[in-house]
């Protein structure tokens, strides 16, 4: 089955404590993302990736890290998490250019306190 | 500033009636827009997309869109409305420049009563 796969699902960590948010898709994408979702926010992007080792900022990068060593992972890194990055994080991937649409993740719950 | 507004927080509708989820977006050029769906506890999922072409576009469950260049909307309806089509809308634009940046409207909760 063609999914994007996220672990954990649910995270609850103590500020400071650093922490990974792997994603993983088996639709051999090119194009991966991380966003926030925060009420009356919508989502905003944090970082995507174009392909193997090719990154860029999104909107609101500040304290988040990421990393694409392979094209199928594109782990999330909160090197100091701190409360206010207490949100619902959303992996997802599409397979390039052009018009295609996004296939997400199922979420991951973090709280920071 | 690129933005999408989504201008309604809540739609009301009553199961067996028409339903629109509003949409405007500012982005330049022509970009690509997109309407996805969450369900409680579940990523979001793609019901429809313009490109170019005809104005009216037809996704998944029923559910069509109709694109306005003069007005920069992008409305998601449906002649009928379930009571299972409760849940989170999202309205998206990319720029059609090339680039991988998506933006998001900030969501509309549709509750459709039985």
């Known amino acids: 089955e063609a999914q994007v796969t996220q672990n954990p699902r649910y995270l609850i960590t103590v500020t400071g404590k650093k922490l990974t948010v792997t994603c993983s898709q088996n639709?051999?994408?090119?194009?991966m993302s991380w966003y926030r979702q925060d009420p009356g926010l919508g989502l905003r992007q944090i970082y995507y990736s174009m392909n193997v080792e090719v990154t860029d900022k999104g909107d609101v990068p500040e304290g988040y890290k990421v990393s694409r060593k392979e094209k199928r992972n594109f782990p999330l890194i909160l090197e100091s998490p701190s409360p206010n990055q207490t949100s619902l994080y959303f992996c997802?991937?599409?397979?390039?250019?052009?018009?295609?649409?996004?296939?997400f993740g199922p979420g991951t719950r973090l709280t920071v306190t | 500033a690129q933005s999408v507004a989504q201008p309604e927080d809540q739609v009301n509708v009553a199961e067996g009636n028409p339903l629109t989820v509003k949409c405007t977006y500012s982005v330049s050029g022509n970009p690509y827009l997109f309407w996805y769906v969450q369900y409680p506890n579940r990523g979001l999922q793609f019901l429809l997309k313009?490109?170019?072409?005809?104005?009216l576009v037809k996704g998944s469950y029923g559910f069509e869109a109709e694109f306005n260049k003069s007005q920069t909307s992008f409305h998601l309806k449906k002649p009928s409305a379930l009571v299972s089509d409760s849940a989170l809308y999202f309205c998206a634009v990319r720029p059609d420049t090339g680039g991988f940046k998506t933006i998001f409207g900030a969501g509309t909760r549709l509750f459709v009563k039985a």
């Open positions: 313009y490109i170019t072409g005809d104005n």
């Open positions: 639709m051999n994408h090119e194009y």
């Open positions: 997802a991937s599409r397979p390039g250019t052009g018009a295609y649409e996004q296939y």
